[in-house]
């Protein structure tokens, strides 16, 4: 469909649709831009507000500070569960 068959379809509409129709295309340029809207909440704001929904998690191993000892502790933990795989036992 061209741009031509398209307008000739346009004038057909009344002119409340046809401003309809012309906010929709405006609308549909301005997808990339950012919007200047206040009252749009920054998504920073709404992933706090989601996380202080949520409420606390349980963490595994909470106890372990250092991060590092964390990993070791969970990758020998994984390593125990998978031993029977490992030595061909099922």
Known sequence: MTVIEIMKQAQVLSPQERKE??????????????RSNESEEHWRQSLNRLLDEL???????G??????????????????????YWNDEQ
């Open 21 to 34: 129709l012309v906010k929709l295309l405006v609308d549909s340029l301005e997808v990339g831009k950012p």
């Open 55 to 61: 409420g606390p998690i349980d963490l595994v191993d």
């Open 63 to 84: 106890e372990i500070e250092d991060p590092v000892e964390w990993v070791k502790t969970q990758q020998r933990k994984e390593a125990n569960r998978l031993q029977p």
